[in-house]
């Protein structure tokens, strides 16, 4: 368990230095970031492995790529819509499933709890992600939205 912390630790130092959060800008063309501050002290609540995550969820919507990670047990690959922080202090992310694994037909909309993302799974692809997809509504009412993308 312990050499599997160091493992994760040393990962996400990885993440961090191959996409930092100062290479973000604040604000992006298609990114409507709705609650600067409050997603800064959201992700500093978080351990770790969330503040990466965070952080490269940020570079893809800004990329336009899409991410694949591994979540319960299931690889993904899905395009990031939106970020925020669930009413139990959670930080999840609205996504569209366009590939890997789901219980459910693919393609088809999820929402994912970062905590239960292993972050040595996660990366930004080098696909392009087609969003905002179809069906999207900005202001998801199952968080408090930090940054989404913008619907024309």
């Known amino acids: ?25 604040l604000e992006a063309e298609n990114i409507n970031d709705v609650k600067g501050l409050d997603v800064i002290e ?27 990670f591994t979540y ?4 993904r690959t899905v395009e990031v819509h939106a970020f925020g922080e669930s009413s139990k202090g959670h930080l999840l ?6 590939a890997g694994e789901s219980e459910n037909q693919l393609p088809n909309w999820r929402l994912f ?16 992600s087609l969003a905002p997809r179809p069906g999207y509504k900005q202001g998801d009412s199952q968080m408090t939205v930090f940054s989404e993308l913008k619907v024309a």
Do not use: C
Request: glycine letters at 6%.
């Open 1 to 25: 368990m312990a050499d599997n912390a160091l493992l994760d630790l040393g990962h996400v130092f990885e993440l961090l230095k191959k996409y930092p959060p100062s290479q973000l800008p």
């Open 42 to 68: 959201a992700i500093f609540k978080q351990g770790w492995p969330e503040r990466a995550l965070v952080a490269m969820l940020r570079k893809a919507m800004i990329d336009k790529k899409a991410v694949k």
């Open 72 to 75: 319960e047990g299931l690889p």
């Open 93 to 98: 992310f609205r996504g569209f499933q366009t």
């Open 113 to 128: 709890n970062l905590s239960k993302i292993p972050v040595e799974s996660f990366d930004i692809t080098n696909v392009d």
